[in-house]
């Protein structure tokens, strides 16, 4: 198993760029995540899913959108770049709820100049 | 509402040295609890954890015990390495949450120094 794979690594975005964060997982995982970590900070939520075609907003999810089509796929699109979406963005998921533990993809750090 | 509060770091102690980092949290019901690590350049991963009171999750030579009458989950370990330099984050989930996020404290990084 490959677990959680986020792509791309690394990217710099110029202010008002659109694009989109891949995150997949083969675990066949229900309930998978986005959370942004800004700099010595902690992680905040920015979209969740329990299931295809299920998304919901976290904290903090102004600017960003998500979709689920199937179970394997949840992607992050950040439209109009701001520079205060710099950040690390890491995806994880999850199989079921509860003491389940959450899995995470080794993040993308973007950088909105 | 729900929430954790972890001490603040940087925490710097010496190679061998005998750790502690703080965890309270505060919660409406029975919440499971948590101790990932985030390694240098890396994802979180789970450490531990502890799902009812009383109960000690261990893993790698670290142990917390879930604490109800004192609202902790305090991480420790007895004798630290160089390689345990790293993020800690506590974290709890409500089972009142049918979403079943996790709430996160704020992360206390480690420094181990040879």
């Known amino acids: 198993n490959a677990g959680v794979t986020q792509t791309p690594k690394f990217r710099i975005l110029k202010i008002g760029q659109s694009m989109t964060l891949q995150c997949a997982q083969d675990m066949n995982h229900n309930y998978m995540y986005w959370y942004r970590q800004d700099p010595g900070m902690g992680l905040k939520l920015i979209y969740y899913?329990?299931?295809?075609?299920?998304?919901d907003k976290g904290e903090v999810p102004n600017g960003y959108n998500v979709s689920r089509s199937t179970t394997e796929d949840f992607p992050l699109r950040l439209e109009l770049a701001a520079p205060s979406q710099t950040s690390v963005y890491f995806c994880a998921s999850m199989l079921a709820g509860g003491a389940d533990t959450q899995y995470f993809g080794p993040g993308t750090r973007l950088t909105v100049l | 509402g729900n929430s954790v509060t972890q001490m603040e770091g940087p925490v710097t102690l010496s190679e061998e040295a005998f750790l502690t980092i703080n965890c309270t949290y505060t919660a409406t019901g029975y919440p499971s609890l948590f101790w990932y690590v985030q390694y240098p350049g890396e994802g979180l991963q789970l450490l531990l954890k502890?799902?009812?009171a009383d109960d000690k999750g261990s893993n790698k030579g670290f142990e917390a015990t879930y604490r109800k009458e004192t609202t902790s989950f305090h991480l420790e370990k007895g004798s630290v390495q160089v390689s345990d330099s790293a993020v800690y984050f506590c974290a709890l989930s409500d089972p009142g949450d049918s979403n079943y996020q996790l709430i996160w404290g704020a992360g206390t990084k480690l420094i181990i120094k040879p």
């Open positions: 502890a799902t009812k």
């Open positions: 899913s329990v299931g295809a075609g299920i998304t």
